[in-house]
């Protein structure tokens, strides 16, 4: 059974004396479901769940008046035991996106103290035409990922102490034992191929199967293009399935800004903005934006018409390339994707440290990949596939541009030179 982070967000949330209905936000197989019900099973004598796509007869509870008198007679008639204890009782409304009067009813239901409320979803960005009234304020919100690194290393055997052991040499800035390091380089890379879709990870290390692990991944992108025939409005289900199957061409160009005539030639933002925008909502992709300059605040430097798009799940991008290329991921040989892919698990990373991604690009000769904030300090990321640790770049950010340092993200071991740290690819987890 996987150990997944939210379960202390959970447990954090319900021994919160102010807390309102909880929403969980994520893309599809993810594990909301599972960690949720796992979660109520756990913490409540009474949980009660109902999923508005396999028991379509609970939108009734929601179809006339939202005051909560009403909702909770509603729900009797269709649970006749229901139990309503303070601080005892659940209700956890799964798939909520499919019922939108029952996010509407989470803002009358937050005055509600007989039962505690946790609803998720996929997609819960996409339906907004059809919220009659969205809960803002009523509502508290976590947005949950697929496995991060970490939670990869613990199912995959590696446990807290040894962890802890990359982070001290993280933090007193010591190399790894070269034994230490070539073990959390391995895991790095089956990291990479693998990526973080529950299924995917627990088949894994029950199996150590690639092939399995592929199969599982590619009918998961079926289900993601399936997805856009099923919620995409219109037009744009051609345009956002177009826009999806793009990301690894975007990414293998040398200049990986995204451009709309990859989708199709003479393709415009006018025309795909807003499919790929649709994407984003779905939490199927990332963007990452070009600063105007590398200076803080960085949301106020950044420029909302230049950007790259990243995968969400690095392992599923992976899948979405021709046959072999698991293999070359695990002996270091990718071709045009090498870079792609470890930019890509980076983005991954910081996505789920809940960090916005952004990137510098002033010319041709100066791209730095990521620039992040530490403490009050814009700090440069540059992300190597091999451990050549040179990088003309990041050396001109740091001198001439009033960056405080700068990191470089390789395969090889930790160093510092000056106001530039190189450190394994494994080590941004810490960043």
């Known amino acids: 059974m996987l150990k997944r982070k939210i379960e202390h967000q959970l447990f954090d949330w319900k021994n919160n004396p102010g807390k309102m209905p909880l929403i969980v936000k994520g893309a599809r197989q993810v594990g909301k479901t599972f960690s949720i019900e796992k979660f109520c099973k756990e913490n409540y004598k009474y949980s009660y769940f109902i999923d508005f796509n396999q028991t379509p007869n609970f939108k009734d509870v929601f179809s006339g008046n939202l005051d909560t008198k009403t909702i909770i007679k509603n729900l009797t008639l269709e649970i006749p035991d229901l139990q309503l204890v303070p601080n005892e009782t659940v209700i956890f409304f799964d798939e909520i996106q499919n019922c939108p009067n029952a996010r509407t009813a989470l803002k009358f239901l937050a005055k509600n103290e007989d039962f505690d409320i946790i609803a998720s979803g996929s997609l819960l960005g ?38 802890s052991i990359v982070q001290e040499c993280y933090i007193n800035k010591t190399p790894m034992t070269e034994s230490g390091h070539k073990r959390m380089l391995a895991l790095f890379n089956e990291y990479v191929v693998v990526g973080g879709m529950p299924r995917v ?43 999806f199957l793009s990301v690894p061409k975007q990414l293998a160009k040398d200049y990986k800004k995204f451009q709309y005539s990859v989708v199709e030639k003479g393709g415009t933002s006018r025309k795909f903005g807003g499919a790929l925008m649709w994407l ?40 979405m390339l021709e046959d072999g290329s698991q293999r070359n991921i695990i002996k270091g040989n990718l071709g045009i994707y090498k870079g792609a892919i470890y930019e890509n698990i980076i983005a991954d990373i910081f996505t789920k440290q809940n960090k916005k991604l952004y990137y510098f690009e002033k010319t041709n000769r100066l791209e730095v990949d990521f620039i992040i904030r530490q403490e009050d300090s814009a700090v440069g990321v540059e992300v190597k596939s091999g ?7 990041i050396s001109s950010l740091v001198g001439f541009w009033g960056v405080d340092s700068g990191i470089k993200l390789t395969s090889g071991n930790l160093g510092v030179a000056g106001k530039i740290e190189t450190l394994p690819l494994y080590m941004a987890m810490f960043l």
């Open 387 to 393: 451990d050549n640790t040179k990088s003309k770049s």
């Open 280 to 319: 984003y909502d779905a939490g199927i992709v990332n963007f990452c934006y070009n600063l105007s300059i590398p200076e803080l605040p960085l949301e106020g430097n950044s420029k909302n018409s230049e950007f790259k798009a990243y995968m969400r799940d690095t392992g599923l991008l992976v899948s």
């Open 126 to 163: 996409i339906n907004y035409k059809e919220v009659a009234s969205f809960p803002v304020g009523y509502t508290d919100h976590l947005e949950m990922h697929s496995l991060d690194f970490e939670e990869f290393c613990w199912a995959s055997g590696l446990n807290a102490d040894g962890l």
């Open 201 to 243: 990870v627990q088949d894994f290390v029950d199996n150590h199967n690639f092939g399995n692990v592929l199969k599982i991944q590619r009918g998961i992108i079926e289900n993601y293009t399936d997805d856009i025939a099923k919620y995409a409005l219109g037009n744009d289900k051609a345009k956002a399935r177009n826009c």
